[in-house]
């Protein structure tokens, strides 16, 4: 009986050690998503609509590995259109971060470029990332990749150095090596896109950053030789921004120089290239958003211009207004209201029409 009861306590204190372990390891893992629905209505002529949508769903997997975080992100979206959802893999990554000065991320996630392109699509707070974030930051980019949600493959080096007294740091580095052709994508040319930013925060809540990046798109056909070849590709962008007490504001001019494609094939993995556009683009946009009542209703206001060719004369610019309504932290409402003038339109009786969004977003 002494050795019986002595077996059974040792396979109690055996089990208990790995119920132990086993709740460390599930205390180190975090499943959560989001999702956003979505109306939407424009009275552009030729191109009225008006429309319930499944913005997006993501389902995301967080955890830790001694001195590595990693995360893994899938996305549902009715991007190609009703009735052909797309579901595709958008982050996969591990980082170091043993140390807040330096910590090294290697796999697909954000690129390193502007403040806007890493946003929470939630707490970003409009319907959709700024015009020009969405051409020249790998959305639905003016060089043809498709659609990448502002994500590439490769890996980044990232740190905030001088710790300030109030516990905020001072400045911040990332710099990346991508292989420039977006997500879940080879490199096509073997030529890699290389990424980085700098910023100081010189109080609390304020950031003064500028944004390089230069590279190539691979395997894109020249119309005038029938022939493929691959487009360099160079960036910048300058950024400013105050977020802090649930106040943000922000402002950015991002800059391209390098072939495109036609608008209709940009962000739908394009390859043919549209010389008629010239190699540049620019754009910019400055918005607010500030609290009416306090953790629960924001009001907002945005202004944007992009021109796929750097010429007013193909300008497209947004005057946004709406709100923001908190029913929980979890539960949001967002309302808006933009007057567009699209000057690509070719009746200039028509460049201005009206356009309304409202989505209801949820995270769990």
């Known amino acids: 009986m002494k050795k019986l009861l002595t077996a059974a306590l040792m396979a109690l204190a055996l089990t208990a050690n790995a119920q132990e372990k086993s709740t460390q390891w599930y205390d180190n893992i975090k499943f959560s998503g989001y999702g956003i629905v979505q109306y939407q209505a ?8 008006n429309e319930f949508n499944l913005r997006l769903l993501r389902l995301i997997l967080d955890g830790k590995i001694g001195d590595f975080d990693y995360r893994a992100q899938i996305q549902g979206t009715n991007a ?6 797309t579901v595709q893999l958008v982050d996969l990554y591990t980082e170091w971060v043993k140390y807040k000065e330096v910590r090294v991320r290697v796999g697909q996630f954000k690129r390193a470029f502007t403040f806007e392109n890493p946003t929470h699509p939630i707490t970003q707070g409009w319907y959709s990332y700024a015009n020009v974030i969405n051409a020249l930051s790998g959305f639905g980019d003016r060089a043809g990749e498709k659609s990448s949600g502002g994500r590439d493959i490769g890996l980044q080096v990232q740190g905030d150095l001088f710790p300030m007294t109030d516990g905020h740091r001072l400045l911040h580095y990332q710099a990346g090596v991508y292989n420039g052709e977006g997500i879940n994508t080879k490199d096509k040319d073997q030529r890699k896109d290389i990424i980085g930013g700098l910023w100081l925060m010189p109080v609390k809540g304020v950031r003064i950053g500028a944004f390089g990046w230069t590279g190539s798109h691979g395997n894109m056909t020249d119309p005038n030789t029938n022939t493929t070849r691959s487009l ?23 800059h391209s120089q390098g072939w495109g494609v036609a ?37 907002k206001a945005r202004y944007q211009t992009y021109r796929d060719n750097k010429e007013w004369s193909r300008a497209k610019t947004m005057y946004e207004v709406g709100a923001n309504y908190f029913f929980t932290k979890n539960l949001q409402l967002n309302l808006e209201y933009g ?14 029409y009206n356009f309304v969004d409202v989505e209801m977003a949820f995270r769990f």
């Open 232 to 254: 360099p590709l160079n960036r910048y962008a300058l950024s400013a921004e105050y977020d802090k007490d649930e106040v943000t504001f922000r402002a950015e001019y991002l």
């Open 80 to 85: 190609k259109g009703p009735a052909e959802p």
């Open 263 to 299: 608008p209709s094939q940009a962000g739908k993995g394009g390859t043919v290239i549209d010389y008629s556009l010239g190699n540049k683009a620019d754009g910019w946009y400055a918005f607010g958003i500030v609290p009416v009542v306090k953790s629960k209703l924001h009001a």
């Open 339 to 352: 007057r567009v003038n699209d000057r690509t339109i070719a009746n200039p009786d028509k460049h201005s």
């Open 42 to 49: 424009e009275d552009k002529e030729g191109a009225e609509h």
